[in-house]
């Protein structure tokens, strides 16, 4: 997820600060680029709460039962749909036949994940 | 979509690094080498973040370089046909309008641009709907859905995109009034 690379550059980055005093000219035009866009489109604030949407128990059942892919679960934590509609739009695979039993399970989903996000 | 991933590479060594700090050297060439490259199969090569291993050198004849194969970890960035991320406007002109996320490029024309947003010239180029409560201008966020992507001789990717559909394009709206000079943006 992105708050999860966010996390990752912004300590690499800081490691280059001790090393030297211009960290930027050390790094390539890329690294930080994407330093930017992700810090910027980060939804989540900090480690624990990543942890906490990573582990999520539904996220957990679905991704051993139904194979939810990472890649899945990482659109969703970058994008916090709010609707069931927006979810589906995003990743039109949650809604394969076995994933979840109807939408109201999915919009529990969503609504549990709103809800670590707003008491980081 | 970044990913966190494995990969090799056999690196050459010159001589003259042959000595007590090889393995620092090594590890510093790598990060030099590979850290901004961009390949079609792996997208943009962010930030190595750990060496595994380094095998066993191999020397070559006539030249004396010496090739290490190296396993290392590292952040990657690449775009997927279909997927659906945010992207920061960075010039908007008639043709459609150009987007940044992260290292890449994205370019999105004018016909898939909703039909009832017109183009309006002047110092602040833009795209505003007719009521004009949504507007997308240079540092909007736009939530958007890539619909191809291309490697260019420059190993800039370019991605050729379509806002996001209808039901993600509400949202996109949503998010679109929240310019970044003017106000910070909701997390």
Known sequence: MNCEVALILDKKYEQLQNISDDPLSQTSQVFEKSLQYVKRFS????SETVKQVREYPSFQTVLSRNRLAEFELC?????CPETVEEAIAMVPTIKTKGRFEDDDAIEKMLHDLSLIKKFE | MFFHMVLERNMQLHPRYFGPHLQEKLKSKLVKDVEGTCSGKHGFVVAVTKVDNIGKGLIREGTGFVTFPVKYQCVVFRPFRGEILE?????VNKMGFFAEAGPVNIFVSNHLIPDDMEFQSGDAPNYTTSDGSVKIQKDSEVRLKIIGV????????????GLAGKKCFDHTFARNEHNLDNCPVEK
Do not use: F, M
Not at chain 1, 75 to 79: D, K
Not at chain 2, 87 to 91: G, K, M
């Open chain 1, 43 to 46: 939804r989540y604030k900090n």
């Open chain 1, 75 to 79: 659109v969703l934590g970058n994008l």
């Open chain 2, 87 to 91: 992207a920061v406007v960075t010039l």
């Open chain 2, 150 to 161: 291309r490697v260019d001789a420059a190993e800039i990717v370019n991605s050729d995109a």
